[in-house]
């Protein structure tokens, strides 16, 4: 299922709506026992499977993961790699946010040699701060842009007012967001401006943090303290009925899951992070699961309630 996706107002395209999350490529300060070597083997295996969005971020183990990708690119066309990343947290201030132009200027250049290329064809002030108009934040990135050291303007984090904010002289190509199946405020919130605006939108957690890959149970409930006992309970038994969708395609909940928001227009790239080549593997066999238009509709009225 390659549909060529174009990136907000920007002349950044996507072959296709899959890319890779890569917070477990040399995340160390977010994940307990991650090994190099496996970051390594995981955007390999991406760039080997016709993924060809790599979406990183400085914060990623404070540069490593942007470390890692660059070394990997140097063995693969450039042109057909779309890198997106984002920065906003200031070593210098303790990783305090800051959009100051100033700020951002000097990440762009600084995540420029780590990922050992001359241009980023998407970065993402990675959260808003407190202080920094986002327009004057948004038009810094715009002189980069205009510069070609990167090609499209993004902003993750961002309340809806916030991306008004930023887009107030039509600037802003994409936002990425806390999207999922349980997670869902922001389709009444920003979905209905991004999309009179052009503005591309990313889910980030789109498996809920492992929620959604069915492999808990109905006592695993704990793990998961922001829901209560009764929407866990729903959203386990809703995940049953996926797994009959799913038995139906040969295919897992995940691929199924991730299947579901690749078939959303509302989506333009779904972004699943990895730890293994293995996992890059399964969530790639999601491009095959094509759900029915009944299928899909089904699995958007079991998780209908989030």
Known sequence: MANEIKIGKSDVTVPNTLGLGTNKVGGHNLFGD??????????????????????????????????????????????????????????????????????LKQSVDDALKRLKTDYIDIFYIHFPDKDTPKAEAVGALNELKEAGKIRAIGVSNFSPDQIKEANADGLVDIAEDNYSL??????????????????????????????????????????FDQYSAEQYQTIISALDKVREIANGHDATITQTIIAWYLQDPAI????????????????????????SQSEFDQIDQLFKGF
């Open 34 to 103: 991650l090994k190099d070597e496996n970051g390594y083997a995981v955007v390999k295996e991406a760039l080997n499977s016709g993924i060809s969005l790599l979406d990183t971020a400085f914060a990623y183990g404070n540069g490593r993961s942007e470390e890692i990708i660059g070394d990997v690119i140097q063995d693969y066309d450039r042109s057909k790699i779309v890198l997106a990343t984002k920065a906003a947290h200031d070593p210098s201030k303790n990783g305090e946010f800051n959009n100051s132009p100033k700020f």
């Open 182 to 223: 349980v997670h869902r405020g922001v389709e009444q919130t920003e979905f209905p401006y991004l999309q009179e605006n052009n503005i591309s939108f990313v889910p980030y957690f789109p498996l809920a943090a492992g929620l959604l890959t069915g492999k808990y149970g109905p006592n695993d409930g704990s793990k």
């Open 268 to 291: 333009s790239v779904v972004i699943p992070g990895a730890r293994t080549a293995d996992q890059v593997k399964s969530n790639v066999a999601a491009l095959d699961v094509n759900l």
